[in-house]
T-cell receptor, first 110, second 116 residues
């Protein structure tokens, strides 16, 4: 199964700034999902975007999907200390199984 | 509140011993999954089950076994055949099984297994 790759591996920002991370994948998908993981905890689902959608919003989160470039981005606006976590994209392939990337670790400084 | 419970949170075992990790959900989800997470790597799928009494191997099933006798429970046994068992193990569930309309996964808080 294919695997998405997040970029950058790590990101450090000041509270109140925006954080942007990207996910690239290799083969066509049906949908792409973003998850958050706080240290030592399980993953929490953030947003699911389908292949026929280009943009979705959820609170301070904005996800875009460009299937022609096989890439997605996650934007967190007006970041808070509580946004400190690792963020993962998950993509499905022809077998519909979800594959996770290695994640982007975001640190929000007070 | 509905959710997924994994126990124990930390588990220590000697090399050569089998160990079973517990996963229980009360979300009434049909599908359940086991993932392994190693530092700096993404999650890798070990086994998944779409329905009671049925399960399929994931990408790294060697050295692991599962059972699905009840809808709520999907225990994972790490056998002595698993070469590098020390890892963080995550159990998840979802409403739908793998399909073109993948539903979000709900995760437990994991079990950290250390084998020495």
């Amino acid at each position: 199964s294919q695997q998405g790759e997040e970029d950058p591996q790590a990101l450090s920002i000041q509270e109140g700034e925006n954080a942007t991370m990207n996910c690239s994948y290799k083969t066509s998908i049906n949908n792409l999902q973003w998850y958050r993981q706080n240290s030592g905890r399980g993953l929490v689902h953030l947003i699911l975007i389908r292949s026929n959608e280009r943009e979705k919003h959820s609170g301070r989160l904005r996800v875009t999907l460009d299937t022609s470039k096989k890439s997605s981005s996650l934007l967190i606006t007006a970041s808070r200390a509580a946004d400190t976590a690792s963020y993962f994209c998950a993509t499905d392939g022809n077998d519909y199984k979800l594959s996770f990337g290695a994640g982007t670790t975001v640190t929000v400084r007070a | 509140d509905g959710g997924i419970t994994q126990s124990p949170k930390y588990l220590f075992r000697k090399e050569g011993q089998n160990v079973t990790l517990s996963c229980e959900q009360n979300l009434n989800h049909d599908a359940m999954y086991w993932y392994r997470q190693d530092p700096g790597q993404g999650l890798r799928l070990i086994y998944y089950s779409q329905i009671v009494n049925d399960f399929q191997k994931g990408d790294i099933a060697e050295g692991y076994s599962v059972s699905r006798e009840k809808k709520e429970s999907f225990p994972l046994t790490v056998t002595s055949a698993q070469k590098n068992p020390t890892a963080f193990y995550l159990c998840a569930s979802s409403i739908f099984t793998y399909s073109s309309y993948n539903s979000p996964l709900h995760f437990g808080n994991g079990t950290r297994l250390t084998v020495t």
